[in-house]
T-cell receptor, first 112, second 113 residues
């Protein structure tokens, strides 16, 4: 099986812009979770989608949003970028809630 | 707040030695998982231990779980330089259908050749 893929791998944006990140889960996995990882805050949960429905949401402002399509692919969007949004954004897929998660390589976002 | 708290935050050992990492958590869990992350990459699942299990092995990895103390340990035997990475514990809490897997802040392991 192909692993979790994330695009793009690297991204440089300017403050105030918006960005869309994409994640393709492992075939057959219906759960997709997103995380933000920074040196200071560690790994922080953004949201989880299951069968196109947001099942869980972390403590992030409304500028962070996501969606999942019928083929389980997921996107997350960050609007009005701030310097503090610079981070590694990780996507993970799972076959069921609570089961092991399979992570993609991440998207490294730099906001200047 | 983080459910899992790893200890120590950083560990440096010589190749061939054993590495022991600990994780404590606060609420009842369905399972506890350990992940590894090499610098700047995605996390890799290592092992999952269910709440009704006390010990599990996978290759050079040994995980124990003590639900009465709400703690787990990960032992890597005969460490190698390639084991240098960050290690995270993650807990699947028993709090309902919409609970989420929660990660700790991680332990940085350095294995010196």
């Amino acid at each position: 099986k192909a692993g979790v893929t994330q695009t793009p791998r690297y991204l440089i944006k300017t403050r105030g812009q918006q960005v869309t990140l994409s994640c393709s889960p492992i075939s057959g996995h219906r759960s997709v979770s997103w995380y933000q990882q920074t040196p200071g805050q560690g790994l922080q949960f953004l949201f989880e989608y299951f069968s196109e429905t947001q099942r869980n949401k972390g403590n992030f402002p409304g500028r962070f949003s996501g969606r999942q399509f019928s083929n389980s692919r997921s996107e997350m969007n960050v609007s009005t970028l701030e310097l503090g949004d610079s981070a590694l954004y990780l996507c993970a897929s799972s076959s069921h809630r609570g089961h092991e998660q399979y992570f993609g390589p991440g998207t490294r976002l730099t906001v200047t | 707040s983080q459910q899992g708290e790893e200890d120590p935050q950083a560990l440096s050992i010589q190749e061939g030695e054993n590495a022991t990492m600990n994780c404590s958590y606060k609420t009842s869990i369905n399972n506890l998982q350990w992940y590894r992350q090499n610098s700047g990459r995605g996390l890799v699942h290592l092992i999952l231990i269910r709440s009704n299990e006390r010990e599990k092995h996978s290759g050079r990895l040994r995980v124990t779980l003590d639900t009465s103390k709400k703690s787990s340990s990960l032992l890597i035997t005969a460490s190698r330089a390639a084991d240098t990475a960050s290690y995270f514990c993650a807990t699947d809490p028993v709090t309902g259908a919409n609970s989420k897997l929660t990660f700790g802040k991680g332990i940085t392991l350095s294995v010196r050749p």
